[in-house]
């Protein structure tokens, strides 16, 4: 089992940055593959940064995302990240933090490829 706490969001102005905190405990142990998805009120959740295993060094982002996030981890692969500028009202969603094996060599960003979840947290970006 593994337990994970999404914690650090929030409501902003357009512009603004937030910066959103995962603590992962339990058998994290063959669940190489984290992410931080998120689902806005009648969307699919959405992969928008992930982060491959300690020492793979790949990240993926979605092209929503690109160059104003940025998702890493401790070295202890213990707690995960991601740092969120130039916030529009578009990010306006429940943030979830997850983890996962990997398929076929990587780290998806489907989130039915991922088996353990936190309980989200809510960011919401105002212009």
């Known amino acids: 089992q593994v337990q994970l706490e999404e914690s650090g969001g929030g409501s902003v102005q357009a512009g603004g940055s937030l910066r959103l905190s995962c603590a992962a405990s339990?058998?994290?142990?063959?669940?190489?593959?984290m992410g931080w998805f998120r689902q806005a009120p009648g969307k699919e959740r959405e992969g928008i940064a992930i982060i491959f295993p300690r020492g793979d060094g790949r990240t993926y982002y979605a092209d929503s995302v690109k160059g104003r996030f940025a998702i890493s981890r401790d070295n202890a692969g213990n707690s995960l990240y991601l740092e969120m500028k130039d916030l529009e009202p578009e990010d306006t969603a429940m943030y979830y933090c997850?983890?996962?094996?990997?398929?076929?060599?990587?780290?998806?960003?489907?989130?039915?490829?991922?088996?353990?979840w936190g309980q989200g947290t809510q960011v919401t970006v105002s212009s």
């Open positions: 339990g058998d994290t142990y063959g669940r190489a593959c």
């Open positions: 997850s983890a996962g094996r990997m398929f076929g060599g990587i780290c998806r960003n489907n989130p039915t490829k991922y088996d353990y």
